[in-house]
Each structure stands twice: as structure tokens, then as C-alpha cells.
Nanobody
Framework: QVPLVESGGGSARPGGSLKLACVVP????????MAWFRQAPGGEREAVAV???????NYADSVKGRFTVSKDTTNRRLTLEMRELKPEDSAMYYC???????????????????????WGQGTQVIVSS
């Protein structure tokens, strides 16, 4: 299956910023839910931001207030703006999408669910002085 296409990873100093983008190829049905996950070496994959295209978002506590997820009007491009980066933000970041809406828990997109139809191949983020 054609993967989602991530871009924008790279290196930054602590306190710096990076912006990731994820594009949904034309052969894939427009998603109704998209998310950014990350996985550090030796760690487990975790959701950092989830966007239900009905309008609600949810963020992991570790990134709340520093990361912002947004989409364009076509619902085929998802962006993750990362500010005040910390060394612990270093990881491979993956974009995920689903043709169904996000799983909701208490009305908010779930950070626990990882059952997405589409995934990207990842973009590396390294935060180091």
C-alpha cells in the first residue's frame, strides 16, 4: 500500500523548532482522522498528537503547549509544529491516518489507539546541543 509521505525532520538544538508535514497520496481515500506518533530507540511507539477532522485534537502531556497539529483545507496534509524542543523529543516520527473518524474517549481523540489504516515511513528528529 502506498504510504503517507512525511517530511521536515532533521536536527535542532534544545529550545529550537521544527515543522513536520505529512501528505496523503492521491490514491488513498481522504482520511477523517490523522495522528503523529513517535518512537525513540529502544522505546515504544507513542501518539503525540491526534486530529479528528470533525475538529477535535488531543496531545500527549509531554508535548502539550509545545506541539501544534494542523491540517489544510483538503484534509490531505497534516502538519506538526514543534517548539521548545527537548532532547527527549528525539525519535522517529510517523504520520498515520484512517478513513474512519478517530476513536473517541470522553469526547476526545484517543491517544491510545494505534489501529490506523495508513502509515508513513517516518522522519527522524534529533534534538541535541
Amino acid at each position: 500500500q502506498v504510504p503517507l509521505v512525511e517530511s521536515g525532520g532533521g536536527s535542532a538544538r534544545p529550545g529550537g523548532s521544527l515543522k513536520l508535514a505529512c501528505v496523503v497520496p492521491g490514491s488513498i481515500t481522504t482520511p477523517k482522522c490523522m495522528a503523529w506518533f513517535r518512537q525513540a530507540p529502544g522505546g515504544e511507539r507513542e501518539a503525540v498528537a491526534v486530529f479528528d477532522f470533525d475538529g477535535s485534537t488531543n496531545y500527549a502531556d509531554s508535548v502539550k503547549g509545545r506541539f501544534t497539529v494542523s491540517k489544510d483545507t483538503t484534509n490531505r496534509r497534516l502538519t506538526l509544529e514543534m517548539r521548545e524542543l527537548k532532547p527527549e523529543d528525539s525519535a522517529m516520527y510517523y504520520c498515520a491516518g484512517d478513513r474512519w473518524g478517530c476513536t473517541l474517549i470522553n469526547g476526545r481523540p484517543s491517544l491510545v489507539n494505534s489501529d490506523y489504516s495508513y502509515w508513513g515511513q517516518g522522519t527522524q528528529v534529533i534534538v541535541s546541543s
